[in-house]
């Protein structure tokens, strides 16, 4: 399956200046995209359980979220849903740390959304791997993001050094998981990626994924 995703801008780095950061609350924060992975949001959650409070913020800083903040305030994540999701769970009160990336002159979410999409940091398919949707798809915070196998199984390969990270490309591990959609893999779940990783793992390095941002020659 091919994503048809509209072309993208590349999400600008962060300054590095902690002055340049905001403070946010989670649960303000709106999604740009439908689903996550939920085998990363699990261990995530396991490495922020064995964090001290002044540990995770240190860490939160190191990993400031991209925003786009609207006219009226309100801000929608452009990347970091799985670790920011993982946080919420554990504390629904927690705060993150994030940069702007875009101030947007208007304020009515269709419009901010239009935007966005414009700029191609909407993913607009489901943990099915159907759409594009329409953005009034997207949920309006991050707990209710669906999961997606295929995104957690790109998550395992990129763990395990199959896959390289490319940071500012928008939804890239979903592009990878949707090329692995195309393929014959057996059945599998975010709980389960065992039956899938062996064949998984040889797409990956094939000369056939060559194409993709992020492929490693065997």
Known sequence: MALRLPPYQPLPAPTGDEADLLEVPLQ????????????EIRSRQLDFAADD???????????????????????????????LRAL???????????????????SERHAVLEQLHQRGWLYLYDGRGLGPLHPTALPSSLSGTQDDPYRS????????????????????????????????????????LDPALPAARALVRSQAASHLAGWIAA
């Open 53 to 83: 409070a002044k540990q995770r913020r240190r860490y939160l800083k190191r990993k400031p979220t991209p925003l786009v903040r609207s006219a009226a305030g309100e801000l929608w994540m452009v990347d970091r849903h799985h670790r």
């Open 28 to 39: 303000a924060l709106q999604p740009t995209q439908l689903c996550v992975g939920m085998a």
């Open 88 to 106: 919420l769970e554990l504390d629904p009160n927690a705060t993150a740390f994030g940069y702007v990336v875009l101030q947007l002159e208007v």
């Open 153 to 192: 199984l790109v998550w395992k390969l990129k763990r395990e050094g199959l896959v390289a990270a490319a940071p500012l490309i928008p939804f890239h591990e979903f592009r990878w998981g949707a090329w692995l959609r195309s393929r014959n893999l057996p059945p599998f779940s975010s709980e389960r």
